[in-house]
């Protein structure tokens, strides 16, 4: 296959590109480098600076450090979903330099940023929901999230196991795929995936080095290693099936698109701003609690249309994006609560492990 391109133009960008543009100027307000999104940062590192030290050097109970190690969880997750989110985008300041370090959280919290937005920025938002490229839809033995995967027998069953391996997301994240990644861009082919720095591979050990060092070896001076071990567990647990389903819901489910590109010349027959649209889901828009702790990612339309906006802006500017989808067309995808995406997504899990209506490509 060729390299996939978007064919169609209908404008449809153009103008909704215009519509923002005078949202913000009639108003006089930035798209990113907010005083509201400094201290939102502010108040969720103070969540979890106090989350872990009452966790570390004041629990004396595991009764007591349990609530606190689900609190921690919470609170690396709001990291992730508010500020490595919008750092990696370049959506949190209009410096180079702080975005950087928004990003970098990711770093310091186990993971790593450089193979992160290659994965994520690039391909999922490029290419969302087309099969062999996006590689937010697992195309894996375990999993089959678009009708162009094989499907198994043991997906028969995937709307029930899911979710428990949605747990593993962080730990095979950083004990696996981001090793992994790194020896194949530093000894595997040239032409595979860019090469990282040295200075890139340097923070990626050092980095790794201090998340085992805070994560393991401090709380082992004052705990017992087995319950400290127990808790990372139940941290990694609460922490990937957080992440996996939010991101999953935007996505993987059964009222939105998953084209399939021309087998000859790669081309899909839409615009590429509307291929965003109708492969992505909204959920809880009017709550205001899990808009401001998912980091706007209930408003994944948004922000796969506009990127790099900072996420506190995506509420009004989904009237905008609305307005403009009816004018064009446009199918615009929204679950009214987060229970109904996820009995959606659950329900698209259910629909890909049956062999109807889509055909049995693998039987093993």
Request: charged share 15%.
């Amino acid at each position: 296959m060729e390299k996939i391109t978007f064919q169609m133009h209908r404008g449809f960008h153009e103008v909704l590109k215009a519509r923002v543009n005078e949202y913000f100027a009639t108003r006089a307000i930035r798209p990113r480098d907010n005083w509201q999104m400094y201290l939102k940062t502010a108040l969720i590192a103070t969540w979890v600076l106090m989350s872990y030290i009452s966790l570390v050097f004041l629990a004396s109970s595991w009764y007591v450090a349990l609530p606190l190690v689900l609190s921690f969880a919470f609170a690396i997750c709001a990291v992730g979903f508010n500020i490595q989110h919008d750092g990696a985008h370049q959506a949190f300041s209009n410096s180079k330099n702080v975005n950087w370090l928004m990003a970098f959280t990711m770093d310091l919290i186990g993971g790593s940023h450089v193979f992160w937005r290659r994965k994520h920025n690039i391909l999922h938002h490029t290419y969302t929901n087309i099969n062999g490229v996006d590689e937010d839809i697992f195309d894996g033995s375990m999993f089959r999230l678009s009708p162009d995967q094989s499907r198994k027998k043991i997906h028969r069953f995937q709307h029930f196991y899911t979710y428990a391996l949605y747990a593993f997301l962080t730990l095979k994240w950083m004990f696996y795929d981001d090793w992994k990644s790194l020896f194949r861009v530093r000894f595997g082919k040239a032409d595979e995936q860019p090469r990282i720095s040295n200075r890139d591979v340097i923070l990626f050990v050092a980095t790794k080095a201090f998340h085992a060092s805070y994560s393991l070896i401090i709380p082992a001076l004052f705990h017992p290693i087995w319950l400290v071990i127990l808790f990372n567990l139940l941290f990694h647990f609460v922490l990937g099936f957080m992440l996996a389903v939010v991101f999953q819901m935007a996505h993987a489910v059964g009222d939105v698109a998953f084209p399939t590109p021309d087998k000859t010349t790669g081309d899909i027959d839409n615009e590429w701003a509307i291929h965003q649209v109708e492969t992505t889901a909204n959920f809880a828009m009017n709550n205001p609690i899990i808009g401001w702790y998912a980091g706007g990612l209930n408003f994944q339309i948004e922000h796969h249309l506009f990127p790099r906006i900072c996420h506190i802006h995506y509420r009004p500017l989904s009237a905008i994006v609305q307005k403009t989808c009816a004018e064009f067309g446009v199918h615009y995808q929204s679950y009214s609560t987060f229970l109904k995406g996820f009995v959606a997504h659950f329900r698209w899990l259910r629909t890909m492990g049956k062999a109807y209506p889509f055909p049995e490509t693998a039987t093993s």
